[in-house]
């Protein structure tokens, strides 16, 4: 048995930068037409300089795969209006990190006084530059994201005609945000579509499975593949994939993130067959969603899924993926690209 999908789109990407990108960008360039690049790197990307060249090496690595890197800036309080119009023809977001919260986030934004990001957020609102957050307060680990909700509430009303999306929503309290304003969108990931907090920590603890947000419950859970199975027209796939060196992830310090970019879509068709989702539903979530939330046109790609499984490799290129070992129920056939 096997399943077509069409230019699937990863709208949260981590591709990193030197070494770890020239090892993992390939494994999102083969299967995906295209993906939104996250721009903590260290420093972070803060200019159109910087975007542009972050773009070259991204282009350089990926090599004869045909991938579109849609980039992002890291958002800036004090970004201005002249700056913002000029890197507005490299970008296709700007990333909001809450400082400190995650990988790389030390320089995000601090407080969340909405007079002190007005500026920046009616320019983008303006020139029609969606905003993308990482919606976690520094409240207790698995309050988070929900604690963050009445944020995205105070922005979405404050700043109507901006497009906000809620990037890997982990909780049923940012799905059912999602109906409350017309300008909320969402990304959710594949490994929060599959585990809970019990798998990363519920007996042996699994650093590879943890990440920020970190899992939660069954009940969240349940509403995230509601919304997905459902390819609810505001939610799209964004994988999240965030490759760590091995060494970072088996640590007394394990670094946050999950590699999931050689596996996505096979446990995405393997999840949608099990729940009796439609491969329509499937197309929508990987890609139809994303055209229309961004305006953007993924190139064409077709990738070829059958049912054969798959022994997912101990490393690839160093980077423990996701189901390290384990066997998955889908393998990649082919990948074709062009019309
Ligand atoms: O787990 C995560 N890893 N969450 C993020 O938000 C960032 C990411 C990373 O860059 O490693
Ligand atoms: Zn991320």
């Not at 591709?15 to 090892?23: A, G, I, Q, T, V």
């Not at 519920?202 to 390819?231: N, V, W």
């Amino acid at each position: 048995m096997s399943l077509i999908l069409h230019s699937p789109l990863d709208m949260h990407l981590h591709l990193r930068d030197e070494k770890m990108l020239e090892n993992i960008a390939q494994a999102s360039a083969h299967t995906f037409a295209g993906g939104l690049i996250m721009p903590n790197l260290v420093p972070p990307i803060t200019s159109k300089e910087e975007v542009v060249a972050y773009k070259q090496r991204i282009l350089k690595a990926i090599g004869k795969e045909q991938f579109t890197p849609y980039m992002t800036l890291f958002f800036k309080s004090d970004y201005d209006k002249a700056f913002l119009e000029s890197v507005s023809e490299e970008i296709t977001a700007i990333k909001l990190y809450p400082a400190g919260i995650t990988t790389n986030s030390e320089g995000g934004v601090s407080g969340f006084d909405i007079e002190a990001l007005r500026g920046t957020l009616e320019t983008m609102s303006e020139l029609g530059i969606p905003l993308c957050i990482h919606g976690e307060t520094n409240g207790f680990v698995m309050d988070r994201e929900a604690e963050f909700v009445s944020i995205y509430e105070k922005l979405a009303s404050a700043f109507p005609k901006l497009k906000i999306i809620m990037e890997h929503i982990t909780t049923k309290e940012s799905v059912e945000a999602l109906d409350r304003f017309e300008n909320l969108y969402a990304t959710i990931t594949a490994h929060h579509l599959m585990i809970t907090l019990d798998d990363v920590a519920g007996g042996m603890l699994r650093p590879h499975l943890f990440c920020k947000p970190i899992a939660k419950r069954p009940e969240d859970r349940e509403a995230l593949r509601k919304a997905a199975l459902s390819a609810h027209p505001k939610v799209m796939f964004g994988s999240d994939s965030a490759p760590h060196p091995q060494h970072a992830k088996e640590s007394c310090g394990c670094a946050a993130g999950v590699f999931t970019a050689p596996i996505a879509l096979q446990i995405l068709a393997e999840l949608f067959e099990k729940e009796a989702a439609s491969q329509e539903k499937l197309q929508a979530f990987i890609c139809g969603n994303a055209e229309k939330i961004y305006g953007i046109k993924a190139q064409p790609k077709k990738v070829v899924l059958e049912k054969k499984p798959f022994k997912v490799p101990q490393r690839y290129n160093g980077v423990v993926p996701m189901y390290a070992e384990e066997e998955i129920s889908y393998s990649i056939k082919e990948v074709h690209s062009g019309q």
